[in-house]
C-alpha cells in the first residue's frame, strides 16, 4: 500500500461523501479507492468511514485523522513549492468554474498573459453559471457573482461590478421607451428574466432614485440560466436587462444597446473568488486567485474597501 496515496484517497472520499466521486476526481477505479481506504483502515486497525448504500459518512476517529492527513497533505505541498525552482515556477493542475461571459469577455482573452508567466500551470476551467459544489467537485476554487451564501468557504471580494439597465433598439421600437422603473411592470413591456440557480425563482432588482426606491420584478417571454444567453437574448429584442458594465460595453459602442433609466443606481455586485476552508492554498492557486484580482481590477474596482 502507497500510504501518501491511500490517505489522499481517504481525504477525497470524505470531501466527496462517495467513493464513486471520489474515485472521478483522482482519476481512478472505485475498485482502487475502496482498496485503499479499506487497506489504511486494516494498517490502523480503526474503522475511519460508515458504508451504506446510499452515502458514506466519516467516523468520529475518521474526522479526527482527517484532520491530521488535510495537515500532513499540505505540508507536503508546501515542502515541495519551498523549493527555489517551485516557488519561481508554480505548478500542477488547477480546477476552477468561472460565469460564463467573465471567462469569455474577460479571463480568457486575457489568458496567454497569464500562461506565458506560468507555463506549467495547466487550467480545468469550468464555464458555467450553475452553483457548483466545490468539495463535491474537487474544484479549487470557484469565482461567482452576489453575495456568498455559504459562509463556510473562503472569500476574496476582487471587485464590484456596476450594473445598469438596457435594451436592444429593436425592442423599444416596438414596445417604446419606459421613463421610469415602475413601467417595467406594465403590460406594453418585458424583461429577459435570469433564474438564478440558488434561489430557486427568477431575481428582483432594487433600483434607487435619490430617496425613491423601487423593486422590479418585471413579465418575461424567455428566462435563461446562463449569462451569455442572457445578453444574447436582449440582443435579439425579448426584453430589457440587467447587465454589469463589462459586458455591455462593446454592446454600447456598436450602437446595439442602449442605457435605460438614466440617474437611477443599483447596488454593485461583489465578484468573489472562493475557495473550501479545507483546501491549502498552494502556489498555484495563490498566483491565479491573485491574477484574477488584478485583472477585475482594471474592470470593475471595489467601490468601496473600508467595508472589506
Given at each position: 500500500m502507497d500510504?501518501?496515496?491511500?490517505?489522499?484517497?481517504f481525504a477525497r472520499v470524505v470531501e466527496a461523501g462517495s467513493?464513486?466521486?471520489?474515485?472521478?476526481?483522482?482519476?481512478?477505479?472505485?475498485?482502487?479507492?475502496?482498496?485503499?481506504?479499506?487497506?489504511?483502515?486494516?494498517?490502523?486497525?480503526?474503522?475511519?468511514?460508515?458504508?451504506?448504500?446510499?452515502k458514506v459518512n466519516v467516523t468520529a476517529d475518521g474526522a479526527a485523522y482527517y484532520e491530521r492527513v488535510l495537515r500532513m497533505l499540505a505540508d507536503l505541498d508546501d515542502a515541495e513549492t519551498s523549493l527555489s525552482s517551485a516557488s519561481a515556477a508554480p505548478r500542477g493542475r488547477l480546477r476552477v468554474d468561472v460565469p460564463s461571459p467573465l471567462a469569455?469577455?474577460?479571463l480568457i482573452p486575457a489568458l496567454p498573459a497569464f500562461h506565458a508567466q506560468y507555463p506549467d500551470i495547466q487550467l480545468d476551467m469550468g464555464v458555467s453559471d450553475r452553483m457548483v459544489d466545490i468539495i463535491g467537485d474537487n474544484v479549487d476554487c470557484v469565482v461567482r457573482g452576489g453575495e456568498l451564501t455559504d459562509q463556510s468557504l473562503v472569500a476574496r471580494r476582487v471587485c464590484d461590478l456596476q450594473i445598469r439597465v438596457y435594451a436592444a433598439p429593436s425592442y423599444l421600437e416596438r414596445a417604446g421607451t419606459p421613463l421610469h422603473p415602475h413601467e417595467l411592470e406594465g403590460l406594453h413591456h418585458r424583461i429577459v428574466c435570469f433564474l438564478w440557480e440558488r434561489a430557486g425563482k427568477?431575481?428582483?432588482?432594487?433600483?434607487?432614485?435619490?430617496?425613491?426606491?423601487?423593486?422590479?420584478?418585471?413579465?418575461?417571454?424567455?428566462?435563461?440560466?446562463?449569462?451569455?444567453a442572457y445578453l444574447a437574448a436582449g440582443l435579439a429584442g425579448l426584453g430589457v436587462l440587467w447587465l454589469p458594465d463589462y459586458m455591455a460595453k462593446p454592446h454600447l459602442a456598436r450602437g446595439e444597446l442602449v442605457p435605460l433609466f438614466e440617474g437611477w443606481r443599483l447596488d454593485p455586485m461583489p465578484l468573489y473568488v472562493a475557495f473550501p476552508p479545507n483546501r491549502h492554498v498552494s502556489a498555484k492557486l495563490r498566483v491565479f486567485i491573485e491574477w484574477v484580482a488584478e485583472l477585475m481590477a482594471q474592470h470593475a474596482p471595489i467601490s468601496d474597501r473600508r467595508d472589506l
Amino acid at each position: 500500500m502507497d500510504r501518501f496515496d491511500a490517505m489522499q484517497a481517504f481525504a477525497r472520499v470524505v470531501e466527496a461523501g462517495s467513493f464513486t466521486k471520489a474515485a472521478e476526481t483522482l482519476r481512478m477505479s472505485k475498485t482502487t479507492v475502496t482498496q485503499l481506504v479499506q487497506q489504511l483502515e486494516a494498517r490502523l486497525r480503526v474503522k475511519l468511514l460508515n458504508r451504506t448504500t446510499r452515502k458514506v459518512n466519516v467516523t468520529a476517529d475518521g474526522a479526527a485523522y482527517y484532520e491530521r492527513v488535510l495537515r500532513m497533505l499540505a505540508d507536503l505541498d508546501d515542502a515541495e513549492t519551498s523549493l527555489s525552482s517551485a516557488s519561481a515556477a508554480p505548478r500542477g493542475r488547477l480546477r476552477v468554474d468561472v460565469p460564463s461571459p467573465l471567462a469569455r469577455m474577460i479571463l480568457i482573452p486575457a489568458l496567454p498573459a497569464f500562461h506565458a508567466q506560468y507555463p506549467d500551470i495547466q487550467l480545468d476551467m469550468g464555464v458555467s453559471d450553475r452553483m457548483v459544489d466545490i468539495i463535491g467537485d474537487n474544484v479549487d476554487c470557484v469565482v461567482r457573482g452576489g453575495e456568498l451564501t455559504d459562509q463556510s468557504l473562503v472569500a476574496r471580494r476582487v471587485c464590484d461590478l456596476q450594473i445598469r439597465v438596457y435594451a436592444a433598439p429593436s425592442y423599444l421600437e416596438r414596445a417604446g421607451t419606459p421613463l421610469h422603473p415602475h413601467e417595467l411592470e406594465g403590460l406594453h413591456h418585458r424583461i429577459v428574466c435570469f433564474l438564478w440557480e440558488r434561489a430557486g425563482k427568477a431575481f428582483s432588482h432594487t433600483m434607487r432614485y435619490g430617496h425613491e426606491a423601487v423593486k422590479v420584478q418585471g413579465r418575461y417571454v424567455l428566462a435563461v440560466d446562463d449569462g451569455n444567453a442572457y445578453l444574447a437574448a436582449g440582443l435579439a429584442g425579448l426584453g430589457v436587462l440587467w447587465l454589469p458594465d463589462y459586458m455591455a460595453k462593446p454592446h454600447l459602442a456598436r450602437g446595439e444597446l442602449v442605457p435605460l433609466f438614466e440617474g437611477w443606481r443599483l447596488d454593485p455586485m461583489p465578484l468573489y473568488v472562493a475557495f473550501p476552508p479545507n483546501r491549502h492554498v498552494s502556489a498555484k492557486l495563490r498566483v491565479f486567485i491573485e491574477w484574477v484580482a488584478e485583472l477585475m481590477a482594471q474592470h470593475a474596482p471595489i467601490s468601496d474597501r473600508r467595508d472589506l
